[in-house]
């Protein structure tokens, strides 16, 4: 049974990196019928996808200026995870964040999430 | 970007009443719309994907329409275990986005 695994420090300061790995078991993230996504969620608010990346490589972003140009998405197929990478963080980052196996960025599978909070 | 927009924001029902929720594109997504069950403290989960199909052990109850840019999320009759916050999400030209969600909640 697929199963995906959210992991990395829950608090992180202004201006600094957040930084999340998704441990994924029960499946390989080689498989070339799936994207494999993040997607936040601010306490008490919606949803908000972040990214996804192909098994290729390829990565796909969110382009709302809130998220521009500070994400980076990467594989590590010998550990079977993927990773999330948020510069330059602010309160408005503060989240629970969940990684996502994507058909066709359909997320079918989801992990617990993770709550990361931005504060100093 | 595609905005999607769910109504009502809450939705007040009994158990056994059917419910209707909509969500509507600001253009047309073809059939590229799925949604998501939330439940408090859980990770959203899948229950209907490409407007209409069902997804792996969702009930019956549950059916989706729509296509273009107005689509249809019907539960026929409520389950105590369906009062939940349901989500909309688009996926057209590789970009994905979500509605801002509609509460379904005991009356």
């Known amino acids: 049974q697929l199963q995906l695994q959210e992991s990395g420090p829950g608090l992180v300061k202004p201006s600094e990196t957040l930084s999340l790995t998704c441990t994924v078991s029960g499946g390989s993230i080689s498989s070339s019928s799936y994207y494999w996504g993040w997607i936040r969620q601010p306490p008490g608010k919606g949803l908000e996808w972040i990214g996804s990346i192909y098994y290729s490589g390829s990565t796909y972003h969110n382009p709302s200026p809130s998220l521009k140009s500070r994400v980076t998405i990467s594989l590590d197929t010998s550990k079977n995870q993927f990773s999330l990478k948020l510069s330059s963080v602010t309160a408005a980052d503060t989240a629970v964040y969940y990684c996502?196996?994507?058909?066709?960025?359909?997320?079918?599978?989801w992990g617990q999430g993770t709550l990361v909070t931005v504060s100093s | 970007e595609i905005v999607l927009t769910q109504s009502p924001g809450t939705l007040s029902l009994s158990p056994g009443e059917r419910a209707t929720l909509s969500c509507r594109a600001s253009q047309s997504v073809r059939n590229y719309l799925a949604w998501y069950q939330q439940k408090p403290g859980q990770a959203p989960r899948l229950l209907i994907y490409d407007a209409s199909n069902r997804a792996t052990g969702i009930p019956a109850r549950f059916s989706g329409s729509g296509s273009g840019t107005d689509f249809t999320l019907t539960i026929s009759s409520l389950e105590s275990e369906d009062f939940a916050v349901y989500y909309c999400?688009?996926?057209?030209?590789?970009?994905?986005?979500f509605g801002g969600g509609t509460k379904v909640e005991i009356k």
């Open positions: 996502a196996r994507q058909w066709e960025f359909t997320g079918d599978h």
């Open positions: 999400q688009q996926r057209s030209n590789w970009l994905v986005t």
